[in-house]
């Protein structure tokens, strides 16, 4: 059913809507941030979404997403493709897929983590793509544009991966209200970016329990190595390792795979494996470790003991 985006015309006008008709979005992570903003872009008219997620909808999703009981279970591709008719990848982003970004006009960040925003800023800076970085915590939240060439980037604001783990929703917690919140205001920045306004280069910042907020400007760093420098090292190919939050560990490949689910299966099976397979993973135990691998590479590894044993399982398998 197309909606009808009249009270639109007054402030950007048809010529604006039509605009908006035409360009693609793509959200990186289907969270908290990223399933609010699919569906703030959605309701806004955007012609295309595109979002990419490596999750599954979780019952602890429910308070703080667009997500309801139904889709638990789901991933959270699938789940937006159904709601909104989004382009779903169900693929982690890193320096091997960043390619999956190549057809959007502006990219929203809906991740939760520091790394894949310095991949998303070096690819947007390196092919001149704007985006938009939004984080949430507790009662707040952070919102910056950014334009390459003309604004700051998010390496001009945090230069180097922090040292020690930074604090995430799961340990400090999150209010429901907030992840919408900055949803609302990024996709506003995204609105104005798309219609070709101007937008200023600073970090708005806000917290619900005081309720205040704040804008604090960003100046681009002559030293910075992205923007400045241009040197994109979040870009390059590496394999990532990295431990979730239930113990097991994660293996990216530097570069996207395309594993053929049914042979893996064969091979499974000759050696005595039982696997499970859906359409977008397949899962088996060996011997006292549960694994999990999908299509494009990535394998997720429970009951393995450290990341050198993780990529001596990721090569039994995969190779590399």
């Not at 779903?88 to 320096?95: A, K």
């Not at 070709?196 to 329990?209: A, M, N, P, Q, W």
Request: aromatic share 10%; with cysteine.
């Amino acid at each position: 059913m197309k909606m009808d985006f009249s009270r639109h015309f007054p402030i950007i006008g048809i010529e604006g809507q039509r605009k908006l008709g035409e360009s693609t979005v793509a959200v990186v992570g289907a969270g908290a941030l990223g399933s609010w903003e699919a569906y703030f872009l959605h309701k806004l008219g955007v012609g295309k979404i595109i979002v990419i997620d490596r999750d599954f909808v979780d019952e602890s999703d429910i308070p703080r997403t667009i997500y309801t009981k139904g889709d638990v279970g789901k991933p959270k591709v699938e789940a937006l493709k159904e709601r909104f008719g989004v382009k779903g990848y169900f693929e982690d982003l890193n320096p091997g897929t960043v390619n999956l970004l190549d057809g959007a006009d502006l990219i929203l960040d809906g991740t939760d983590n520091i790394y894949t925003r310095q991949v998303i800023n070096d690819y947007a800076v390196k092919n001149n793509k704007p985006w938009v970085y939004v984080g949430v915590l507790a009662t707040y939240g952070n919102v910056m544009p950014i334009v390459p060439g003309k604004t700051a980037c998010f390496r001009c604001l945090m230069p180097k991966l922090p040292e020690s783990p930074m604090p995430t929703c799961a340990v400090a917690g999150i209010m429901s209200y907030v992840p919408p919140l900055a949803a609302s205001l990024a996709v506003s920045l995204a609105a104005r970016m798309l219609l070709g306004e101007e937008v200023r280069s600073e970090l708005i910042f806000f917290d619900t329990k005081p309720l205040d907020f704040e804008k604090v400007e960003v100046p681009r760093r002559e030293d910075c190595p992205a923007c400045s420098l241009r040197k994109f090292e979040f870009l390059e190919k590496r394999i990532k390792i990295e431990r979730l939050c239930d113990g097991s560990i994660q293996v990216t490949p530097p570069v996207r795979m395309n594993i053929d689910f049914d042979h893996l299966e064969e091979r499974l099976k000759k050696l005595g494996i039982e696997p499970l397979k859906t359409s977008q993973f397949i899962q088996f135990e060996d011997d006292y470790l549960e694994i999990l691998i999908f299509q494009g590479g990535r394998m997720v590894i429970r009951g393995v003991e450290d990341e050198n044993e993780a990529k001596n399982v990721f090569a039994r398998y995969l190779g590399g």
